[in-house]
């Protein structure tokens, strides 16, 4: 069974950088072809995925949020960490960790979320 556990300050101010971490147990985030991913949800908004770190260690990040994310790895801790600079209130939301690998059915492949970490709340304010 494969876990992730966010972790990181809840409250974070205007123009700080926001620094989450997720755990991982039961995978390394170093097993071939799974990215590990950050995906958030603004009040009242739809899930927004921010960018990956892969396997081989390789980030992409949303083209959107490029300029203020990245996202970084520690193989010895089995965790990976997410940072995204000059939040504003805009970047309140619960995020999320989550592992995701491609599917390939005979109808063609996709991506998908197989385990999600339960969420954590992250505020923007002053």
């Known amino acids: 069974q494969v876990q992730l556990q966010e972790s990181g300050p809840g409250l974070v101010k205007p123009s700080q950088t926001l620094s989450l971490s997720c755990t991982v147990s039961?995978?390394?985030?170093?097993?071939?072809?799974?990215?590990w991913s950050w995906i958030r949800q603004p009040p009242g908004k739809g899930l927004e995925w921010l960018g990956h770190?892969?396997?081989?260690?390789?980030?992409y990040y949303s083209p959107s949020l490029k300029s203020r994310t990245s996202i970084s790895r520690d193989t010895s801790q089995n965790q990976f960490t997410l940072h995204l600079s000059s939040v504003t209130p805009e970047d309140t939301g619960v995020y999320y960790c989550?592992?995701?690998?491609?599917?390939?059915?005979?109808?063609?492949?996709?991506?998908?979320?197989?385990?999600w970490g339960q969420g954590m709340l992250v505020t923007v304010s002053s």
């Open positions: 989550a592992r995701d690998q491609y599917y390939c059915p005979s109808s063609g492949c996709y991506r998908g979320v197989d385990y």
């Open positions: 039961g995978d390394s985030i170093t097993s071939d072809y799974y990215y």
């Open positions: 770190i892969a396997w081989s260690g390789t980030t």
